[in-house]
């Protein structure tokens, strides 16, 4: 069991994403994106661009994908933060990786802790067993 003094990513679950997980995912990626490009305030171009991009719809399409995987990071039931893979993508680089990570969210107050590192390293690894990929 973790304790208070612990990291956030020792005391977090890094887990498959389910169906069920799609609101939270969805008002999660639109908090991070708002925190990262929103620094001015919110125009109506970031509104529009929030309001479409950051859907139930569109989350629960990507955690049914069959082509993609979501792991996320929790505590308590609450998201942190969450890693999406699409498998089947051509790397320029290197003919052999078949694996991509689209997106790496982190709410800000998990930064510093280890949090984005561990999403990053459970990726890769679960890249590795579900396609083999580097």
């Not at 990262?36 to 479409?52: K, P, Q």
């Not at 629960?60 to 609450?78: C, F, I």
């Not at 999406?84 to 680089?93: H, I, L």
Request: hydrophobic fraction near 45%; include cysteine; charge should be negative.
């Amino acid at each position: 069991m973790a304790t208070a003094d612990q990291p956030a990513a020792q005391q977090a679950l890094i887990r498959k994403g389910r169906a069920g997980d799609a609101p939270q995912l969805a008002v999660l990626a639109a908090q991070v994106w708002l925190h990262t490009y929103a620094d001015a305030g919110i125009s109506v171009t970031i509104a529009d661009h929030v309001l479409d991009a950051f859907t139930l719809t569109r989350y629960t399409a990507l955690l049914t994908d069959p082509d993609k995987s979501v792991l996320v990071a929790e505590r308590g039931g609450n998201l942190l933060g969450f890693a999406a893979v699409a498998f089947g993508q051509p790397c320029p680089d290197d003919d052999a990786a078949r694996s991509e990570l689209e997106t790496l969210y982190v709410q800000e107050h998990c930064h510093g802790q280890g949090l984005g590192s561990a999403l990053l390293n459970a990726a890769e690894h679960h890249a590795r067993q579900t396609a083999g990929s580097r």
